[in-house]
């Protein structure tokens, strides 16, 4: 009787083994299948995972068409002198990247040049004014020319080879006109207070 019971053991403890093995070669089939992605059958479910698989995760989407064009068309600031186009000067996307925009730009600062030399070097306010007068209209005229000369700085730190030609070319065509002895008054006696409004700009 214990031979007998001795024997069923055995084989008892052999089948548990035997399906301890095939249990195992499943699984590994079932993770070679997941691994070359291949799909699985429900009946195929990994067990212990509550009979669902995560998918693996697939590739992220494109970028957005309009991001993609914006990258494209963007401005690069530049550290140091370049030549083109493509700049940005004093107000955010002007003139970008429109040839129209940059010319205008430089006429823009080309004009502001002088505009600074012309409030430098003139004479807008008469002798006969009221000291009180006079002291506010040189005031109101010194704002504007030093607000005209930081926004010609300004658009110099765009460091756009054209931008810095026209405003130097701007600054020498108001000396010339405004400030160099061919326009000055050739009279032989020395007027009084002949003096420009305003002193010569310090840098």
């Not at 059958?41 to 212990?48: A, I, L, Y």
């Not at 690069?76 to 990247?97: C, D, R």
């Not at 400030?179 to 050739?186: A, D, E, P, T």
């Not at 009279?187 to 003096?195: K, L, M, T």
Request: net charge positive.
């Amino acid at each position: 009787m214990c031979f007998l019971l001795r024997i069923t053991s055995i084989e008892t403890v052999k089948r548990e083994k035997k399906k301890t093995q095939e249990r195992g070669e499943k699984q590994r089939e079932k993770e070679k299948r997941v691994f070359r992605g291949s799909p699985m059958n429900s009946s195929d479910e990994m067990p212990g995972v509550g009979g669902e698989i995560a998918a693996p995760p697939g590739p992220p989407p494109p970028p957005p068409m309009n991001i993609h064009h914006h990258k494209l068309h963007r401005v690069v600031m530049h550290p140091t002198f370049f030549w083109g186009k493509n700049a940005e000067i004093l107000f955010s996307g002007w003139p970008g990247t429109r040839t129209g925009m940059y010319v205008l730009s430089l006429v823009f600062v080309f004009v502001v040049s002088v505009l600074v030399e012309m409030l430098s070097h003139s004479q807008l306010i008469k002798s006969s004014t009221n000291s009180l007068l006079g002291g506010a209209a040189e005031t109101i005229i010194h704002g504007v020319r030093v607000g005209l000369a930081y926004m010609v700085m300004l658009a110099l730190m765009s460091f756009n080879a054209g931008i810095f030609i026209v405003a130097v070319a701007g600054h020498c065509l108001g000396f010339f006109l405004f400030g160099s002895r061919v326009f000055r008054n050739k009279s032989p006696a020395p007027q009084r207070n002949s003096a420009p409004d305003l002193p010569s700009m310090s840098c």
